[in-house]
DNA sequence: CGTTCGATGCACT
DNA sequence: GTGCATCGAACGT
């Protein structure tokens, strides 16, 4: 069943813990893929100099001032869109970007979408197709195989098109360190992942 | 193994 | 003009 706003409006530690395990749902236009959450990180308001909100309010992170329950994608260096949930309210801007899945449907699809070129060469040939592990490892990656683009950017995760789901799927035991691939705020202990998992970056 | 570095677009100063 | 919440190719051991 899809996660409630009730969900999304609490304290982001709590929302980031309870993720783990969860669902991500993606369905463009008919096409559904799906994995379990198994690595995120938290960025927490306007003191957390890594997040978004740091600068205060600008046109770009106006989805972390506004409802919990929503998405917040953004592009990253020009390539990569990366996909956040909206997390507390009343004004407190703060979101848990999703960093890697355990694919569930769609996987086909996903091996699809991972596949392509770069600079116009082949980077991967039919013959090496991805495993199932590294379809949805890195944040990229995952939007990349999950279709997730800029055209998600401020969806409500109560709709159909873009949702988290509670299937009560075990996860493996969970672990808490450093946020990783940021050059300020790392003292913060916000990153959540399961422990041993294969689509687990390697910090 | 390891490290370096280019690709690429947009928000913000 | 600068700097990214990245990725993987291309090098050097």
Redesign the pocket.
């Known amino acids: 069943m899809k996660l409630p706003r009730s969900f999304y409006d609490r304290p982001t530690l709590d929302v980031a813990r309870d993720l783990i395990g969860k669902v991500l749902v993606h369905n463009r236009r008919g096409v559904v893929t799906s994995g379990v959450i198994v690595e995120l ?1 938290a ?1 927490i308001g306007e003191s957390d100099p ?4 740091a ?2 309010p ?4 106006e989805p ?1 001032y506004g409802h919990p329950g929503y998405s ?1 994608v ?7 869109s ?1 996909v ?1 949930v909206v997390t507390e309210s009343h004004g407190r801007p703060a ?1 848990i ?1 999703i960093r890697a899945l355990d694919p569930l449907d769609g996987i086909e699809v996903m091996r699809r979408r ?1 596949g392509g070129t ?2 116009g ?1 082949r ?2 040939g039919d013959r090496n197709p991805l495993a199932r592990h590294e379809l949805c ?6 939007t990349m195989a999950m279709g997730i683009t ?1 055209a998600e950017n401020r969806l409500d995760l109560l709709g159909d098109r873009l949702y988290i789901e509670d299937r009560a799927i075990p996860a493996g035991a969970l672990a808490w360190g450093p ?6 705020g790392t003292q913060h202990p916000w990153r959540a992942w399961v422990e041993g998992h294969p689509a687990v ?1 390697r910090a």
Request: charged letters at 20%; hydrophobic letters at 30%; aromatic letters at 8%.
């Open positions: 990180e960025y890594a997040c978004h909100a600068p205060g600008t046109r770009r992170n972390l917040y953004y592009l990253n260096y020009g390539i990569h990366l956040n979101a970007l991972r770069m600079k060469r980077t991967r490892r890195g944040p990229g990656n995952l800029l946020r990783i691939g940021i050059r300020v970056s």
